[in-house]
């Protein structure tokens, strides 16, 4: 240790607690770059902290943090995501995961036993955090001063409880019952709100509901402090080890010496932090030896209000901000600082999530605007505010305003901000003038999420003061300061022209138009940036917004709000604005969920099949306790892999080397393609063959070329960013990066003619019967990235005699175990694949997880060690390849009354460089677009290759993309006609004839075709026809907002398939199951469990329920159940289902002599003594089977309905799902619960495909959303404010299984609704822009003509209402003054 180190530190020991239990580490075990999430997985036996981002984005990681003031004897608890905490700034503090909030062995927390019986769980990877969110939010709410609630409720009201998980990521559920679960908590929430659950039944009071709720005990449910802590609490920890320092200074003296030293003896490069979240953002390559923590220095972590204004420590963290801010009463400030104070704490609210903001500072988010150009909001809220910042360079300390600070050179290393200063301001009011005086102040951000968790496109704040003489007609800026950042610029700017043009002239419509045409010269993003001609129209928009209401004019342009009395439009002012972002003239709606109804009923014939029984597991998932693939302990002497990928489409591969030093630290191998002994495959299957690694030629961006080996996860992730690939093109082709380039060099993927579908009626006879035609009309689709919690992992562990044992993340174990075989040249005897559970999967496990176990598997081969691969969230996004993109061009004939008669479709599949499962994209396509009658259907599929990523299964593969070329080619006959488009989609309803005539058999029986019935029922159920009106006359008098209703029909087609299943009763009558398909989170196990106890309990009448709790559903296990087959397609439950009713009609048959016998001699029998006499008679209790389909009746329809109304802001392009109503036929649901969650999950995931999940690559084809920050999946914010959904669950179908039917894929068709709809909202818009253009000559009546590109993000969104939509206003509003 150095000189200062020495003196100034002392050296010790980091010392915390987690769950209550001590961890003194010392200085020697600790390397300062540690975060609290890889030590918490590595070195202890809590594994509830689930890596799923790594980057701060998705809540997966979160714990409470609890940290004890001495002084004031209190306890601060908050959230913080572990993934970017850094050990060494933890002592001191307890920290509390979902197992310390409660576990199986000293009882679960009434808020995981709430998330069981509301169904919140589902593959149970979000689960712990959730849990700990919820935790978190009611112990902070029971310190609050709020009066007492009602009995078995906390002090948290219904707004918190979702606020507190906003920020958290699910990917299974669609939120809605995870909401539930959280609301059951809030002192202010009507039961009658709450959602399907376990614990009551409809129509039961709310007492009695209240009762039948796992109670809560306000006074035990807070964590525990540990009192050896508070002996511990020090200022923080300086740590030394190895030639590491973690430095924490507790002056400001003692921070100036450390920088001096670091400089003066040329140290390794130090890094500054208080919270770390920076690295979120910027993943810093570099490793660090040496950190300095600013959290412990008090004129870093000082709040001063006085008269003067409030300044706030560079360390406070943006949550301690806005509640200082928020503080109205204290430091006596004038009105016009609360407001500034209020509007900017309001702002901030919206930055990152909660538990990113309990640590991110202040500080740190200037800094990294300052250095890095950092997208920031606090910079861009603070400009117009006259913000000072206080510096520290060296021994200088030094003064500046924002805007010189930012708009600086990069501070040097050395520089550390001290603290920031918001001014106080009042209004000048000059009594004797003629004029009112007000004083104006907002805020603007525009991002994909509406509380937060996303960057915004751009940001805004503008402050002003208006005087409106009292003689004349209009307010007159005296001051006026608007900013923008977060749009690609440098750093946020002051709009200096636009300000000095509008200052001190009176405000009209004229010098408004001329202002925003300035503005858009001045809001300019760098080159190169997408959708840079939305932010300026942004910029426009909040200008827009912002002085509309200001301006006088008979016009009333801010939607009539200007009443023409000037004194009150100003003292109304607020209220405009605030109704302008509301909505102008629309009607208020909440930004979270607000309601929800579940209209199911339980099936009774079969049970306990048929009930509602709480998914399997998941209280443990609730705990944080079910193991996850990434969870099982690391074998002794495990080594651990990251792919090393092309960023090359198309390039021969001469060598891999590491930047800066070879080989990096902890790097052991480097497995590639000359590694492996058997044969190059990371897959195969009947669909095809695709290789492990790249041999001589890398075939796409993201094409595996190696797995970099190390000690630990994260030496074998840094290994792979730092390797360099040395390409050589020479002699190549160029690479095909478009549909369109393969057909121009014919490459294509040919497959068995077998799997094409047929073609249906006589296309050219149907043609001849229209009377209009659309020809060769164009859509295009990109991808979708699956986004399941756990990315894609594996552990392989040789064991004795060349076996090898793989835990997989994969939805089929057989074809994994199959491909490893073949890859290392052994018989597939040798290789046991297990796989318990998988953190979602939506078939990105499907053929992709079976590389990463193959690649684990070659690496532990060759090595002769555990090799463990977690692969990280950007290679993951990087490497999947997603749903399948096309390009579709149709032809079709109508009448003139809708109905359609003919549709010819030519379709160009983007399948990639290899086959995967791309062969079955032409047989789902077609079964899916069937879902009307279109006469004839004829087309032709062609699955072209590219050197882009293999396209792989996703939820739905091929039907989600049907569904909207059917949506869109009604809409475009619609709209050609210019008839009603749900007039359009009745008429092309099948019939049951036209029904049989397309899908032959699949159609059943004509009762089985509910679909018209469901139509008819839906449009009632929704109200969907007063609610049309309703919308039209909201549209007439909405100028900036528009709604839109669409009501679309689903039809999928499935097919059950071959499923094996094992049943064993043991001695003392508990009951083992094993099926061959894999809980991913759909309820599989759940399912079987129920039809387990169903089948067995037909021995003895009743006692089923009992039977319930005595099964259990094991893990799959390649070597013990055979032929496992395919986990997909929605059927494998049903399929797994009745392989267990069949296993259990063996053992019924086997046990019912040995029944009747004891029962003739005991008259009633229990069934612990029948098994034990059955083992005793040598009875065989077990019993396997493989369940065959009838071929006749093993491909079948699924039908559905949704209603969506949403509304669209004009000048922001955000969609809003006001309302979505779903019927969804289950015939007789196996589980209503877990089928309930299949429709409201599946639906919400299909409105991340339509509405946000961009999924852009660069011009290589190499993916560029790599993570949490580009890729926006919904969240609870984003997810319809009304959902109800009704389960029919009411008909025998003889042929089905246990009368059940499908529910995991179709539903996520029926989000195109919210597409539909968002696209009529977006025509009334465009009727208005055309109205205005008409004025000025310029008439657009192809205002229903467009189409709009999926997924309809703001942009889009805003691109096709008119970017120059203002522009145009005004210009229109100009020309009819
Ligand atoms: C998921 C996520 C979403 C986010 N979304 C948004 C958003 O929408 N809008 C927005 O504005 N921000 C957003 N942020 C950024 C967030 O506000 C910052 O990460 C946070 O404020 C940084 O504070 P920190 O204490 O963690 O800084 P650290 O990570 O500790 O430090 C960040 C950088 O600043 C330096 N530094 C820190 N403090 C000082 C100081 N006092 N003097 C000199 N250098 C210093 C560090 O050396 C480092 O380089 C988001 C962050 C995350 C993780
Ligand atoms: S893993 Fe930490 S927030 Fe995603
Ligand atoms: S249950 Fe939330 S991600 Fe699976």
């Known amino acids: 240790m150095g000189e200062v180190a020495s003196e100034e530190t002392r050296k010790q020991s980091l010392v915390f607690a987690v769950n209550g239990v001590k961890f003194e580490l010392s200085e020697s075990d600790i390397d300062p770059s540690t975060t609290l999430l890889e030590f918490l997985r590595s070195q202890t036996p809590f594994k509830s902290v689930k890596l799923g981002c790594g980057e701060g984005g998705c809540g997966a990681c979160i714990v409470l943090l609890s940290k004890y003031d001495p002084v004031l004897d209190q306890v601060e608890d908050s959230t913080v995501s572990s993934c970017l905490t850094l050990l060494c700034g933890l002592n001191g503090c307890s920290i509390t995961t979902a197992e310390g909030i409660g576990n199986s062995k000293d009882g679960f927390h009434p808020i995981q036993e709430r998330f069981a019986g509301f169904h919140a769980s589902q593959c149970g990877f979000c689960t712990p955090g959730m849990c700990v969110s919820v935790f978190s939010a009611l112990v902070n709410a029971e310190k609050s001063k709020r009066s007492e609630p009602r009995p078995g409720f906390s002090k948290l009201t219904v707004t918190e409880a979702e606020k507190a998980i906003a920020g958290n990521l699910c990917r299974c559920t669609g939120y809605r019952p995870i909401a539930d679960a959280c609301k059951s908590f809030a002192a202010d929430v009507d039961m009658e709100d709450l959602g399907y659950n376990s614990f009551w039944k409809k129509g039961e009071s709310d007492e009695e509901k209240m009762s039948r709720l796992p109670a809560y005990d306000r006074n035990s449910s807070s964590p525990k402090f540990p009192e050896f802590l508070k002996m511990e609490i020090k200022a923080g920890a300086d740590l030394a080890a190895k030639g590491y320092h973690w430095y924490s200074p507790t002056s400001i003296e003692k921070l100036q010496s450390i920088l001096q030293k670091n400089e003066t003896e040329n140290e390794t490069p130090m890094k500054i932090v208080v919270g770390n979240t920076g690295m979120g953002y910027y993943k810093e390559l570099e490793h660090y030896d040496n ?18 204004g409030i300044e706030i420590g560079a360390a406070v963290t943006i949550s301690k901000a806005i509640e200082v801010l928020k503080q109205e009463n204290v430091g006596g400030f004038p009105l016009e600082s609360k407001t500034v104070f209020k509007k900017i704490a309001d702002h901030m609210e919206k930055i990152a999530s909660g538990f990113v903001r309990n640590s991110g500072s202040v500080g740190g988010n200037l800094m990294m605007a300052q250095r890095k150009q950092f997208p920031s909001d606090i910079a861009t809220i603070l400009l117009p505010v006259d913000a000072i910042v206080n510096i520290m360079i060296g021994q200088k300390f030094e003064k500046l305003t924002l805007e010189e600070f930012l708009g600086g050179p990069p501070l040097e290393s050395r520089a550390i901000l001290l603290s920031i200063k918001i001014p106080s301001r009042e209004l000048t009011k000059d009594i004797s003038s003629e004029t009112d005086t007000k004083f104006l102040f907002e805020t603007y951000r525009a991002a994909p999420r509406p509380l937060g968790n996303a960057l915004p496109y751009l940001n805004a704040a503008f402050l002003a003061e208006v005087s409106l003489s009292r003689n004349s007609t209009g307010a007159t800026l005296n001051t006026c300061r608007l ?5 690609a610029s440098k750093h946020p700017i002051r709009a200096r022209n636009v300000e000095e043009l509008l200052i001190g002239k009176v405000l009209s419509v004229g010098l408004l138009y001329e202002a925003i045409k300035l503005l858009e010269t001045t809001v300019i993003p760098k080159d190169g940036i997408s959708h840079a001609a939305y932010k300026s129209s942004l910029a426009v928009g909040f200008l827009f917004e912002f002085l509309s209401p200001l301006v006088n004019t008979p016009d009333q342009i801010s939607d009539g709000l200007c009443n023409g009395d000037n004194s009150s439009m100003l003292k109304d002012y607020n209220s405009k604005i605030k109704e302008n972002s509301d909505g102008l003239n629309g009607t208020k709606f909440q930004t979270l969920l607000s309601s929800s109804k579940q209209n199911i009923q339980s099936g009774h014939d079969y049970p306990p099949v048929g009930k509602p029984v709480t998914k399997v597991g998941a209280t443990i998932q609730a705990s944080g306790e079910a193991v996850f693939v990434d969870d099982i302990p690391a074998p002794q002497n495990c080594l651990y892999g990251a792919f090393i990928y092309s960023t090359e489409p198309l390039a021969r591969i001469k060598s891999i080397s590491f930047k800066p030093r070879s080989p990096p630290v902890g790097v052991t191998a480097l497995i590639s393609v000359k590694d492996i002994p058997g044969k190059n495959l990371g897959c195969t299957s009947i ?19 190696a797995l970099v080996v190390a000690d630990t996860q994260k030496n074998a992730d840094l290994a792979a960013n730092l390797a360099m690939i040395d390409y050589d093109k020479e002699n190549l082709n160029p690479p095909i990066l478009s549909v369109e380039e393969a057909v121009e060099r014919g490459s294509f993927f040919q497959f068995p003619p077998f799997f094409d579908p047929e073609q249906v009626g006589d296309f050219s006879k149907g043609m001849a019967e229209a009377d209009c035609q659309i020809l060769s009309a164009e859509i295009k689709l990109g991808s979708q990235y699956h986004f399941y919690m756990e990315t894609n992992t594996a552990l392989a562990v040789p064991d004795e005699d060349s076996n090898m044992v793989v835990y997989s993340s994969t939805q089929i174990p057989e074809i994994t175990q199959e491909t490893i075989a073949q890859c290392l040249g052994l018989p597939a005897n040798n290789i046991r694949v297990i796989t318990r559970r998988l953190g979602g999967s939506f078939g990105g496990k499907f053929l992709k997880a079976a590389s990463v176990a193959t690649a684990c598997a070659v690496a532990a081969y060759k090595l002769q060690r555990p090799v463990r691969t977690y692969v990280n969230r950007k290679a993951d996004m990087i490497m999947a390849g997603g749903r399948h993109p096309m390009k579709i061009t149709y032809t079709v004939g109508f009448k003139d009354s809708g109905k359609i008669t003919a549709l010819k479709l030519d379709v160009l599949v983007d399948a990639g460089a290899f086959p995967d499962a791309s062969i079955v994209i032409p047989g789902t396509i077609v079964g899916s677009l069937k879902k009307y009658d279109w006469g004839a259907l004829n087309f032709d599929i062609k699955i072209c290759k590219t050197n882009l990523p293999n396209r792989t299964t996703m939820r739905a593969p091929g039907e989600l993309q049907a569904a909207f070329i059917a949506e869109t080619i009604i809409e475009h006959v619609a709209s050609t006609l210019s008839v009603e488009v749900d007039t359009v989609r009745s008429i092309n309803l099948h019939t049951y004839n036209s029904l049989q ?9 004509p009762m089985e075709y509910t679909l018209p019935a469901i139509w008819d029922k839906l449009a009632t159920s929704s109200s969907f026809y007063q609610r049309t009106e309703m919308i039209q006359d909201f549209n007439r008098s909405s100028k900036w907002r528009k709604r839109g209703i669409s009501r679309v029909p689903v039809l999928q087609e499935v097919s059950l398939k071959t499923a094996p299943g094992k049943v064993s009763i043991l001695r003392d009558g508990s009951i083992v199951v094993e099926v061959g398909g894999i809980d991913m989170g759909q309820g599989l196990w759940t399912k079987v469990k129920q039809v387990a106890a169903y089948g067995l309990g037909l021995i003895k009448r009743g006692g089923t329920e009992e039977l319930l ?7 799959s296990d390649t070597l013990s159940l055979i032929q496992g087959g395919i986990t997909g397609g929605s059927t494998t439950s049903e399929s797994s289902c009745e392989a267990v009713r069949l296993c259990c009609n063996i053992l019924v048959e086997r046990l019912t002599s040995l029944k009747e016998k004891l029962m003739e001699q005991m008259g009633t029998l229990e069934w612990e003594t029948l098994i034990l006499q059955a083992y005793q008679t040598s009875v065989n209790l077990s019993a396997s089977t493989l369940f065959i389909p009838e071929p006749a009746s093993m491909n079948y329809l699924n039908y559905g309905a949704a209603v969506s109304e949403v509304e669209v802001n004009l000048l922001t392009g955000e969609t809003t799902i006001l309302r979505s109503d779903i019927i969804y036929d289950c015939g007789q649901s196996l589980n209503p619960a877990v089928d309930l969650g299949q429709i409201e999950g599946a639906y919400v995931q299909g409105i991340g495909f339509f509405m946000f999940e961009e999924y852009p690559t660069n011009s290589n084809g190499l993916v560029t959303a790599n993570g949490t920050w580009s890729y926006k999946v919904p969240t609870l914010d984003t997810i319809p404010k009304q959902f109800n959904v009704e389960i029919l669950n009411s008909r025998h179908l003889q042929k089905h299984v ?12 029926l989000a195109v609704s919210v597409h539909c709809a968002t696209r009529a909202a977006i025509v009334e818009a465009r009727k208005q822009l055309g109205f205005w253009n008409g004025w000025n000559g310029v008439d657009d009546s192809n205002s229903t003509a467009f189409q709009l590109e999926v997924p309809a993000i703001m942009p889009v969104v805003k691109e096709r209402c008119g970017l120059d939509s203002v522009e145009k206003f005004l210009q229109w509003t100009m020309g009819t003054k």
């Open 291 to 308: 950190y300095v923590d600013l959290k412990h220095i008090p004129e870093l972590s000082i709040i001063v209000k006085d008269q003067t």
């Open 483 to 487: 900013s923008f950042g977060a749009y």
């Open 687 to 705: 669909f095809g063959e695709d290789p492990l690694y790249a041999d001589e030629f890398a075939q796409f961006a993201g094409d595996r070329i």
């Open 997 to 1005: 005539f397309f899908y032959k058999s699949a159609a059943g029986e």
């Open 1109 to 1115: 709790e005595k099964v259990r559903v094991i893990q």
């Open 1298 to 1309: 246990l009368s059940s039917k499908a529910s995991g894929e179709p539903p996520l068709l």
